[in-house]
């Protein structure tokens, strides 16, 4: 019974003692870990983050919805459509040339 009690105390002083040689290694080797987000692994790293202001409206092309501040605009005679990205706009403006 008493072996047990030292085999267990020993395996808890390695995992003890590997996790604190883990930090330091980590430390040593270029800080913590971040967490990436969806949207800042999409954005630029030059960019800074936005807060969202405005409406939202719906692009005509994904249906996501994006702020009307921040959209990127196509703007007809029938009114102002709002997009996510560049590309959408594009994309709308070549499917609809006839219409534009």
């Not at 692009?59 to 009307?68: E, K, L, M, Q, W």
Request: proline residues 3%; hydrophobic residues 40%.
């Amino acid at each position: 019974m008493l072996r047990l009690f030292a085999i267990l105390f020993e395996f808890f002083l390695v995992v003890v003692v590997g996790r604190l040689l883990g930090r330091l290694v980590q430390g040593l080797a270029g800080g913590k870990r971040t967490r990436v987000d969806s949207q800042a692994a999409n954005s630029s790293a030059r960019s800074p983050r936005r807060t969202v202001e405005g409406q939202m409206a719906r692009d005509p092309i994904c249906g996501t919805f994006v702020s009307t501040k921040l959209s990127h605009r196509l703007e007809l005679p029938a009114g102002t459509l709002h997009f996510c990205s560049r590309g959408c706009r594009d994309r709308y403006e070549k499917a609809n040339v006839a219409a534009i």
